[in-house]
T-cell receptor, first 109, second 110 residues
Framework: AQRVTQPEKLLSVFKGAPVELKCNYS??????LFWYVQYSRQRLQLLLR??SRESIKGFTADLNKGETSFHLKKPFAQEEDSAMYYC???????????FGAGTRLFVKA | NAGVTQTPKFRVLKTGQSMTLLCAQD?????MYWYRQDPGMGLRLIHY???????AKGEVPDGYNVSRLKKQNFLLGLESAAPSQTSVYFC?????????FGQGTRLTVV
């Protein structure tokens, strides 16, 4: 069965500090992994996907197949990064996308 | 660009009533999904569809039915609403490389 685990419900950091949001997955096939973000009063939106190996708004995420992890990182957090972050896994072909429970990031001034 | 549109945005139902949530997408996506979002639970997949005329159960399908008669529309039905179905419902569509979400429907069952 597929599963996405985000162990932290809430993560609070100071502005300018590094931030890492953890994500672990369980899937027997070859997963497609994503990070989504939901800012206050806005709809969920795609932040980045592992296949693109991109950096969006200073965030990066590396797929570690050995540790089955896809942690989201940013070296210097900004107040506008405060939001709910969801890690997601799509099964082969993108048929089924499941989400973790989410981590609320709060960046303090 | 409309993207993914959900109707209605808000609804209050009495226990036992029925209703249908409509999701419409204008991106010609094959895959569509219905999720519910609850505090501490994240997004849980209710049902999904991999194309017109097809539907499949997700993680929490009980109490819900869906239909995909047209490619652009994905309907979520509650035949007999229960307080446990109080939640925020999100529809999404994708071609497999990242999903686009609707704005959500806040449903309260009293």
């Amino acid at each position: 069965a597929q599963r996405v685990t985000q162990p932290e419900k809430l993560l609070s950091v100071f502005k300018g500090a590094p931030v890492e949001l953890k994500c672990n997955y369980s899937y027997s096939g070859s997963p497609e992994l994503f990070w989504y973000v939901q800012y206050s009063r806005q709809r969920l939106q795609l932040l980045l996907r592992h296949i693109s190996r991109e950096s969006i708004k200073g965030f990066t995420a590396d797929l570690n197949k050995g540790e089955t992890s896809f942690h989201l990182k940013k070296p210097f957090a900004q107040e506008e990064d405060s939001a709910m972050y969801y890690c997601a896994l799509s099964t082969t072909g993108g048929f089924k996308t499941i989400f973790g429970a989410g981590t609320r990031l709060f960046v303090k001034a | 660009n409309a993207g993914v549109t959900q109707t209605p945005k808000f609804r209050v139902l009495k226990t036992g009533q029925s209703m249908t949530l409509l999701c419409a997408q204008d991106m010609n996506h094959e895959y569509m999904y219905w999720y519910r979002q609850d505090p501490g639970m994240g997004l849980r997949l209710i049902h999904y569809s991999v194309g017109e005329g097809t539907t499949a159960k997700g993680e929490v399908p009980d109490g819900y039915n869906v239909s995909r008669l047209k490619k652009q529309n994905f309907l979520l039905g509650l035949e007999s609403a229960a307080p446990s179905q109080t939640s925020v419902y999100f529809c999404a569509s994708t071609e497999g490389w990242g999903a686009f979400f609707g704005q959500g429907t806040r449903l309260t069952v009293v």
